[in-house]
């Protein structure tokens, strides 16, 4: 097979970035990429332990000029949050990404690309298999499952490890030294929902065109969650008829902001004949014919009212009505209905609180990520994050609460950490000197809205001084995820400068 970065294997991380692209590795999915490094460790004949987990180390021992230096844990997550296109018949379980290469960026066609964290496998794989005798003894921790609740972490069992300093190779802005980060936890929402069957016209609702994107660091982009954005349709929809809903799905992650969501409805056209039939005074048929005619007007003028919202942030979203026959349908009975409109268009979204000590950062936000239903149920998946503890709590139970107030239940999972900011790194102090020889400017340090798996680290070795970097990525999360070419070999340089020099 022809390989799609030959021209860029000067740089050794380029081909293992390649060899991991080949290989399935959603979220849930990490044995075979487990496997892999695995037998990357026999190969090169380095210490490897793994766990039931899915968890690898590898410890390479220290070049001989380097004896005395402190040990250096680099890490990263195997998993990747697998979207793609609309259109794309891509299998994530079976495919293996088809990476191209436009000038400086790096994407996978119709596919997220995996840059998150799939850089950080390839820059410690190429590291580790160097023979280097400037090299610090190094452990390299692979984790699993990281996107769907920092399963793989928080199962880690770090006895072993020795080290002194720890580079999470898990950002995506090159010149951005990370200290400190949110912590979070997921909910799982059931909204059961009785059924029933009437004659009606069948509309079918659609949002796509947005962005979507990371539910941390671009949850205060002002990009469109359809999701949330189809409560406020439904809402409109029911100033203008009585409706039932059919079926609704929207999202694919609960840390993706939502690009595209679909909800097919029952019109009672019948019924809101006979509310409105004094107003009016036409028959039946005609009236009908008006009423779609108008609820066609309603769905268009929210179109443009989105388009204006949205303009310059997330300036492609797309909303549209499908008015299909007129036809017997099974749906969500018509209380139902209203309880989960109300609910959808009341659910957080989104920002919901700036931090008070870090200027520009988020403190708190929720995200509903996903929607599904089923014959007899709604199922909602949230992300709640937040670097004060008690705010995420509260926000997590407020949404609880509204879950259960119209009759659904919930399961609160993947409660992580947040990160504190050190109040002295010396970490921190010798890769900014670093940073400034090698670059001539000084990279910004900061916190970071998003989930790491830094805050696990930090709770389970506390003495450990950790920083979090790595090379623009952008789009992540979404079909749209592209990594820089040139930032990412500046960025393996600079990690390779940073263990020689670290005392």
């Known amino acids: 097979m022809a390989r799609m970065l030959e021209g860029l294997d000067e740089e050794r991380f380029f081909y293992y970035f390649e060899e991991i692209s080949k290989i399935p590795r959603g979220s849930f999915h990490c044995q075979a990429i487990s496997d892999y490094i695995i037998g990357f460790a026999k190969e090169h004949k380095l210490?490897?332990?793994?766990?039931?987990?899915?968890?690898?180390?590898?410890?390479?021992?220290?070049?001989?000029?380097?004896?005395?230096?402190?040990?250096?844990?680099?890490?990263?997550?195997?998993?990747?949050?697998?979207?793609?296109?609309?259109?794309?018949?891509?299998?994530f379980d079976t495919d293996p990404l088809r990476l191209e290469v436009?000038?400086?960026?790096?994407?996978?066609?119709?596919?997220?690309?995996?840059?998150?964290?799939?850089i950080a496998l390839a820059y410690m794989l190429a590291i580790l298999e160097l023979e280097d005798d400037d090299l610090p003894a190094i452990e390299a921790i692979f984790t699993s499952d990281e996107e769907v609740g920092?399963?793989?972490?928080?199962?880690?069992?770090?006895?072993?490890?020795?080290?002194?300093?720890?580079?999470?190779l898990d950002s995506e802005e090159e010149g951005v030294l990370l200290n400190g980060c949110?912590?979070?936890?997921?909910?799982?929402?059931?909204?059961?929902?009785?059924?029933?069957?009437?004659?009606?016209?069948?509309?079918?609702?659609?949002i796509s065109g947005l962005k979507g994107g990371h539910s941390g660091v671009e949850i205060d982009k002002n990009l469109g969650a359809a999701n949330h954005i189809m409560g406020r349709v439904l809402h409109e929809l029911k100033k203008t008829c009585l409706f039932s809903l059919v079926?609704?799905?929207g999202g694919t992650a609960d840390n993706a902001i939502s690009n595209r969501c679909t909800a097919k409805v029952t019109l009672d056209l019948n019924d809101q004949y006979f509310i409105d039939k004094q107003k009016i005074g036409i028959a039946p048929e005609e009236y009908k014919k008006e009423k779609i005619k108008e609820v066609e007007n309603v769905i268009r003028n929210l179109d443009l009212i989105l388009r204006e919202e949205y303009a310059g942030s997330d300036s492609g979203i797309n909303l549209r009505v499908d008015i299909l026959k007129e036809q017997q349908t099974k749906c969500m009975n018509m209380i139902d209905t209203e309880k989960f409109v109300f609910f959808l268009l009341n659910v957080p979204q989104g920002v919901v609180a700036?931090?008070?000590?870090?200027?520009?950062?988020?403190?708190?936000?929720?995200?509903?990520?996903?929607?599904?239903?089923?014959?007899?149920?709604?199922?909602?998946?949230?992300?709640?994050?937040?670097?004060?503890?008690?705010?995420?709590?509260?926000?997590?139970?407020?949404?609880?609460?509204?879950?259960?107030?119209?009759?659904?239940?919930?399961?609160?999972?993947?409660?992580?950490?947040?990160?504190?900011?050190?109040?002295?790194?010396?970490?921190?102090?010798?890769?900014?000197?670093?940073?400034?020889?090698?670059?001539?400017?000084?990279?910004?340090?900061?916190a970071i809205h998003a989930g790491l798996e830094c805050g696990y680290f930090a709770s389970k070795m506390p003495e450990l001084d950790i920083i979090s970097m790595g090379p623009n990525i952008k789009d992540i999360h979404s079909a749209n995820e592209t990594l820089s070419i040139s930032s990412a070999k500046r960025m393996y340089q600079y990690v390779l400068s940073v263990l020689k020099a670290l005392e």
């Open 150 to 168: 920092m399963i793989g972490v928080k199962a880690l069992d770090t006895s072993s490890l020795k080290a002194n300093y720890l580079i999470n």
């Open 354 to 446: 700036m931090s008070n000590k870090a200027p520009g950062l988020v403190e708190t936000s929720m995200n509903l990520g996903v929607i599904d239903m089923t014959d007899d149920a709604v199922n909602m998946t949230f992300s709640v994050r937040s670097s004060v503890e008690s705010r995420k709590k509260f926000l997590a139970d407020k949404v609880c609460h509204l879950i259960e107030f119209v009759g659904g239940d919930v399961k609160v999972d993947g409660d992580y950490p947040c990160w504190d900011v050190k109040a002295e790194s010396k970490l921190k102090n010798q890769m900014v000197a670093i940073y400034q020889e090698m670059f001539e400017k000084t990279p910004e340090i900061r």
């Open 182 to 206: 949110a912590g979070g936890c997921t909910l799982h929402a059931k909204i059961p929902y009785r059924k029933e069957s009437f004659r009606g016209v069948v509309a079918k609702i659609h």
């Open 47 to 91: 210490e490897c332990l793994s766990d039931d987990k899915n968890n690898v180390i590898i410890k390479k021992t220290a070049g001989k000029n380097k004896k005395k230096a402190p040990v250096i844990m680099l890490q990263g997550h195997m998993d990747m949050v697998c979207i793609k296109n609309k259109t794309s018949h891509f299998d």
């Open 247 to 249: 079926n609704i799905h």
């Open 102 to 118: 436009s000038g400086d960026k790096l994407t996978a066609r119709h596919t997220s690309l995996g840059g998150d964290d799939g």
